[in-house]
C-alpha cells in the first residue's frame, strides 16, 4: 500500500519512499521535482492535519507505560511459547463528554423490524442518525455523551449486537443528518449504464501513446499483449476507493464514470455534489486511476484496461485517513450502483490492524465486514494493498503505528487483529514487485518490494508497485509512484479485463480465475522484512503467482 496513505497511510503508515516525478502531459518531459508520499495502499496526499494536530496520549504516566510495556512483551513471550494467541493490548477509545464523537452500531439481525429498533436506540441514547444502511444492519451515528456506547447497549437490548467509536480524534465534518439516502432510483444506472463524461468514446488503436515504453510494468503483466484481443468493455465500471480522480486529465475523462462517482468522506453518508468527488490534498486517487484505465487516445500512458470506466469513490478526507464509516459507504456505493470491481489502496484507520478482542475495533471490522460481503453479493469483486511495512501478516506480534490520527502506542496483536480490507474474506490482497533489471524476460526481472507486506496464506497475487508511471494532477501530468497502492490496480485492471471477457462470472469465480491464470514465482531474497516460504505456486511473497493480464481475456 505504499503510496498515499493512503498517502498519509501509505504515506504515513510506511516509510517507504514514493518518488512523484512530474512529467509534462503526452511530452514525456521532467515538470516538476520528486515530492514524498506515503504508501499503502498508497495515497499520493501530502501529510497534512491528522498526525500533526493530534490529541494527548491517553496511556498516562510515561513510568507506567514502560512497567506496563514489559509486562506486556513478557505474556507475548509466554503465550507464544506456549503456542497460544496472546489478548492483544487493549486501546481504549476515550469519548468525553461534549466532544462530537463517530460511532458504528451494528444490528444483531438483519431487517426492518431490528433496523427501527436500533435507529431508536440511537437516538434515545442522544445520538444523532448520520446513515442507515438497512441492508446490511448497519448505522453510523454521531453523540457528544460519554456513555453513548453502553447507552445504546442498554436501550437496544438484543436488538444490538455492537457498538464501537471509529476515531480517537473528534468528528470534523458535520454532524446534522445528511443528504438524501440511496433510494430505488439510485439502485442503478439509468438504462443500464451510467453517464459518461465529457469525450467519453475512448477509441482503441493499435498506435503506442507516447509514453507506453516507460511502462515497464504493463509489460510484467501482460497487458501489451492482452490489448491486442481487447483494451475492455465500456459496461465494466471499477470503483476507485481512493482520494478523488482528477476530472480533466486528458487521460481519465475519456474513462470517468461521472454519474456513478461519489464523495464517502462527509461523515460517511453519500455526498453527490458535483465536486466532491474530486481530489483535494492528494493525487494517489489520480495515480490509482490511471493505472486502471487510463484511455488509449495518444496521449500519455495506457492502463491496464483502457476501454473501461473509472468511478470515483472518495473516502480519503483532506487530511488523508479512511475511517471505518467512509470505507462502509465506499463498498455499499459500489454494490448499489451495480459496480463489477473496486480498487482499494489503503488500509482503514485508525489501526493497521483491527483485534476481535477489542470492542471498539470489532464494531467497527464488522461494519465494513458486512459492508464488503454485501456488495460481493451485489457482483462486485474487490483488490486490496497489502500494505508496506515489509510485515509478515501470517506472523503478527506487534503494532507500533495504531491508533494513527492521535498518538500510536506499542501493542501486542494476535492473528485475529486484520489489516482491513486487505484481510477481509473475498478481498483479492496484492503484494509489490520491483523491477531489478531490462532483460528480455520482464517477469523474470523482478522481485518483492521491499517495502511490500508478505504472508503465507495471506498473499493471492503480486503485481507491479515499485516506480509505477501514472496519471497525476499537477499540471495534468505522469508521476513515478510506489506502494502496494500502486501494484493493487494492476490487478484491478485485470480483473476489469476478465469481466470485460467473462460478463456472467460471479465475484467467486473471478478470484478463483485470477490466480489459477497468476504466473507462479518462485522465492527470492529481501533486504527487509521476513524471508520468503512456501512452493514455487503458493508462497509468502506472491502467492498464486504474478497476475497475466493475457490470460484473463482469453
Known amino acids: 500500500m505504499p503510496t498515499t496513505r493512503h498517502a498519509r497511510h501509505h504515506l504515513r503508515r510506511t516509510a517507504t519512499v514514493v518518488a512523484a ?75 468525553p463528554e461534549g466532544q462530537v464523537s463517530s460511532y458504528v452500531v451494528n444490528a444483531r439481525t438483519v431487517g426492518t423490524v431490528p433496523m427501527q429498533q436500533v435507529l431508536r436506540s440511537v437516538r434515545r441514547a442522544g445520538g444523532t442518525v448520520v446513515k442507515a444502511w438497512p441492508q446490511i444492519g448497519v448505522v453510523v451515528a454521531h453523540s457528544t455523551h460519554a456513555s453513548f456506547r453502553d447507552d445504546v447497549v ?17 468528528v470534523s465534518e458535520r454532524t446534522a443528518a445528511p443528504v438524501r439516502g440511496i433510494g430505488s432510483a439510485d439502485s442503478s444506472r439509468a438504462g443500464g449504464l451510467s453517464t459518461l463524461a465529457p469525450g467519453a468514446a475512448a477509441p482503441a488503436a493499435p498506435e503506442a501513446d507516447p509514453l507506453e515504453a516507460d511502462q515497464w510494468d504493463m509489460r510484467v503483466i501482460g497487458a501489451d499483449d492482452a490489448h491486442e484481443v481487447t483494451d475492455g468493455r465500456r459496461q465494466v465500471v471499477v470503483g476507485v476507493l481512493d482520494s478523488g480522480i482528477d476530472a480533466d486529465h486528458p487521460d481519465l475523462a475519456p474513462n470517468l464514470d461521472v454519474a456513478d462517482s461519489v464523495n464517502c468522506t462527509d461523515a460517511g453518508a453519500p455526498d453527490r455534489s458535483a465536486t466532491g468527488w474530486q481530489p483535494t490534498t492528494s493525487d494517489h486517487g489520480t495515480h490509482v486511476a490511471g493505472t486502471v484505465a487510463a484511455a488509449r487516445n ?9 476501454a473501461v470506466r473509472v468511478a470515483s469513490v472518495k473516502v480519503v478526507n483532506d487530511d488523508g485517513f479512511i475511517y471505518p464509516e467512509y470505507a462502509v459507504c465506499g463498498f455499499m456505493w459500489a454494490g448499489l450502483r451495480g459496480m463489477d470491481v473496486t480498487n482499494n489502496s489503503y488500509y482503514v484507520d485508525p489501526f493497521q490492524f483491527y483485534c476481535d478482542d477489542q470492542p471498539d ?27 508496506n511495512s515489509a510485515y509478515d501478516l ?5 503494532d507500533s503505528s495504531s491508533p494513527d490520527d492521535s ?9 485475529d487483529c486484520q489489516d482491513i480490507p486487505a484481510e477481509l474474506d473475498g478481498v483479492v490482497t496484492v503484494a509489490s514487485l520491483a523491477q531489478v533489471g531490462t532483460g528480455s524476460d520482464p517477469l523474470a526481472d523482478t522481485t518483492l518490494s521491499s517495502f511490500s507486506n508478505r504472508g503465507l496464506g495471506k498473499i493471492d497475487v503480486a503485481a507491479p508497485g515499485s516506480r509505477i508511471l501514472s496519471t497525476v494532477v499537477t499540471n495534468n501530468g505522469y508521476g513515478l509512484k510506489s506502494g502496494t497502492s500502486m501494484a493493487s490496480p494492476h490487478v484491478a485492471g485485470v480483473l476489469a479485463l476478465m469481466r470485460s471477457a467473462h460478463p456472467t462470472w460471479a465475484p467467486a469465480r473471478l ?10 514465482k518462485e ?14 505456486d503458493d508462497n509468502s511473497f506472491y502467492g498464486a503467482g504474478v497476475v497475466d493480464a493475457l490470460a484473463a481475456v482469453r
Open 298 to 306: 495518444g496521449v500519455g500512458i495506457v492502463g491496464v484496461a483502457p
Open 523 to 536: 522465492c527470492t531474497t529481501t533486504t527487509a522484512g521476513a524471508p520468503c516460504v512456501g512452493t514455487v
Open 511 to 520: 478470484v478463483r480465475e485470477l490466480k489459477a491464470d497468476a504466473v507462479a
Open 407 to 415: 498518538a500510536p502506542v506499542e501493542r501486542v496483536i494476535n492473528d
Open 394 to 398: 501470517s506472523a503478527k506480534t506487534t
Open 21 to 95: 516525478l512530474a512529467l509534462a502531459a503526452g511530452a514525456g518531459a521532467q515538470a516538476g521535482a520528486a515530492t514524498a508520499a506515503a504508501p499503502v495502499g498508497s495515497t499520493s496526499v501530502a501529510a497534512t492535519g491528522g498526525l500533526a494536530a493530534t490529541t494527548a496520549d491517553p496511556v498516562g504516566d510515561p513510568a507506567a507505560d514502560a512497567e506496563a510495556a514489559v509486562s506486556e512483551a513478557g505474556r507475548l513471550a509466554l503465550a507464544v511459547g506456549a503456542g497460544e494467541q496472546p489478548t492483544s493490548t487493549p486501546v481504549p477509545i476515550a469519548t
Open 154 to 170: 442498554r436501550i437496544g437490548g438484543t436488538s444490538v449486537l455492537s457498538v464501537g467509536a471509529t476515531r480517537t480524534v473528534a
Open 361 to 387: 475495533q470489532l464494531a467497527a471490522k464488522e461494519a465494513v465486514r458486512r459492508a464488503v460481503s454485501w456488495s460481493t453479493r451485489q457482483g462486485v469483486v474487490h483488490a486490496a494493498a497489502a500494505g
